[in-house]
């Protein structure tokens, strides 16, 4: 009998109502789940093509921007490793892009601790601020006209969403790493000699398109040779690196400096005169003597400088010739001076 009793309880509570409509309803759950996951795997995956199309970090801040723009409407995302150049993508043009990209370098001019949200002053704008990383060098930044931040979409993706980024940043981070170590010289840091030729085209171009004057000198320094033979390889680059951020120091921001062979440098000079150049490469010339730095038995180390004007109808081979030619005169004519 017992048996039986257990038997049919078994069989009613198979055939349960309240059990028959609670299964269902747990399946239909499972699927919304089920398509939830979907789609936030598909949302990533759709991120990560994104991104993968890009190498500099530029053109990945504006894929995740495009990314970004069904889930969270937005005008700006930037991003910046604290110390490197900031990289933004905006939507805005005229006064508004630049009143929002200076806000964005105000907002992101120090490491931050933790995420930051608000209004930015005077405008009907709002603002999130994320860290990146645990060593508070990187963050990112997205400005938006959405006034409800607590309900944003995107702030129920943002803990995934920032560590997907992470590894693309990164990877982007290095490329631009190795790419600026190939374009600069390894033992000054100035910028080599194929970025200088690039640089001093796009300045020809400039010049000739506002009718602006442009100075090239050629500088060799002067008794170099000495320090390398009687001192050492060591001792020549410490001087070279020496004579490197004597010469940064005085420049302008404005100036081209590279180091183009061994103790060879150049120097393209922007709407400069030929006279007011000849007055920074005397100051140049004074400054490496006040060095006092000379090997046994040699003349103190200087340097000499030949200027050349760039006409309109000069290719840069020919402008350099000539700028190297008024060198060897300075050479010639007793070193450590400026010849034109």
Same mark, same amino acid.
């Given at each position: 009998?017992?048996?039986?009793?257990?038997?049919?309880?078994?069989?009613?509570?198979? /055939?349960?109502?309240?059990?028959?409509?609670?299964?269902?309803?747990?399946?239909?759950?499972?699927?919304?789940?089920?398509?939830?996951?979907?789609?936030?795997?598909?949302?990533?995956?759709?991120?990560?093509?994104?991104?993968?199309?890009?190498?500099?970090?530029?053109?990945?801040?504006?894929?995740?921007?495009?990314?970004?723009?069904?889930?969270?409407?937005?005008?700006?995302?930037?991003?910046?490793?604290?110390?490197?150049?900031?990289?933004?993508?905006?939507?805005?043009?005229?006064?508004?892009?630049?009143?929002?990209?200076?806000?964005?370098?105000?907002?992101?001019?120090?490491? /931050?601790?933790?995420?930051?949200?608000?209004?930015?002053?005077?405008?009907?704008?709002?603002?999130?601020?994320?860290?990146?990383?645990?060593?508070?060098?990187?963050?990112?930044?997205?400005?938006?006209?959405?006034?409800?931040?607590?309900?944003?979409?995107?702030?129920?993706?943002?803990?995934?969403?920032?560590?997907?980024?992470?590894?693309?940043?990164?990877?982007?981070?290095?490329?631009?790493?190795?790419?600026?170590?190939?374009?600069?010289?390894?033992?000054?840091?100035?910028?080599?000699?194929?970025?200088?030729?690039?640089?001093?085209?796009?300045?020809?171009?400039?010049?000739?398109?506002?009718?602006?004057?442009?100075?090239?000198?050629?500088?060799?320094?002067?008794?170099?040779?000495?320090?390398?033979?009687?001192?050492?390889?060591?001792?020549?680059?410490?001087?070279?690196?020496?004579?490197?951020?004597?010469?940064?120091? /005085?420049?302008?921001?404005?100036?081209?400096?590279?180091?183009?062979?061994?103790?060879?440098?150049?120097?393209?000079?922007?709407?400069?005169?030929?006279?007011?150049?000849?007055?920074?490469?005397?100051?140049?010339?004074?400054?490496?003597?006040?060095?006092?730095?000379?090997?046994?038995?040699?003349?103190?180390?200087?340097?000499?400088?030949?200027?050349?004007?760039?006409?309109?109808?000069?290719?840069?081979?020919?402008?350099?010739?000539?700028?190297?030619?008024?060198?060897?005169?300075?050479?010639?004519?007793?070193?450590?001076?400026?010849?034109?």
């Amino acid at each position: 009998m017992g048996i039986c009793i257990s038997l049919e309880n078994r069989r009613r509570a198979m /055939i349960d109502p309240a059990l028959f409509a609670r299964k269902p309803r747990q399946l239909v759950e499972e699927i919304e789940e089920y398509r939830k996951e979907t789609e936030r795997l598909g949302r990533i995956y759709e991120l990560h093509r994104q991104l993968g199309k890009s190498l500099d970090l530029d053109s990945m801040i504006e894929a995740f921007s495009r990314w970004l723009i069904p889930i969270m409407p937005h005008n700006l995302v930037a991003y910046q490793r604290f110390g490197r150049r900031l990289h933004t993508a905006c939507s805005c043009h005229g006064p508004d892009r630049k009143q929002l990209q200076d806000l964005a370098q105000e907002l992101m001019s120090e490491p /931050i601790r933790a995420k930051r949200s608000g209004q930015l002053p005077g405008m009907e704008r709002y603002y999130h601020l994320w860290p990146l990383d645990p060593n508070l060098e990187d963050c990112l930044l997205v400005i938006h006209p959405c006034a409800e931040l607590s309900t944003a979409p995107f702030l129920h993706l943002e803990e995934e969403v920032l560590q997907e980024l992470r590894g693309p940043l990164e990877r982007a981070l290095a490329y631009e790493d190795l790419y600026d170590q190939a374009r600069r010289d390894a033992l000054t840091g100035l910028v080599n000699r194929r970025v200088f030729e690039e640089r001093a085209v796009m300045e020809m171009a400039n010049a000739n398109r506002h009718g602006q004057p442009l100075a090239l000198a050629c500088l060799d320094l002067d008794h170099f040779k000495a320090i390398n033979d009687r001192l050492g390889h060591g001792e020549g680059d410490v001087v070279l690196q020496t004579v490197s951020k004597t010469f940064a120091r /005085i420049v302008r921001d404005s100036d081209l400096l590279a180091r183009v062979g061994g103790d060879e440098f150049a120097m393209i000079l922007p709407n400069t005169s030929l006279e007011n150049a000849r007055l920074l490469m005397e100051r140049l010339c004074k400054a490496i003597r006040a060095l006092d730095i000379c090997a046994p038995e040699s003349a103190p180390l200087g340097v000499s400088v030949g200027l050349a004007l760039w006409n309109s109808h000069a290719s840069l081979e020919v402008w350099w010739q000539s700028a190297d030619a008024a060198l060897y005169r300075a050479k010639a004519a007793g070193r450590s001076r400026v010849s034109s």
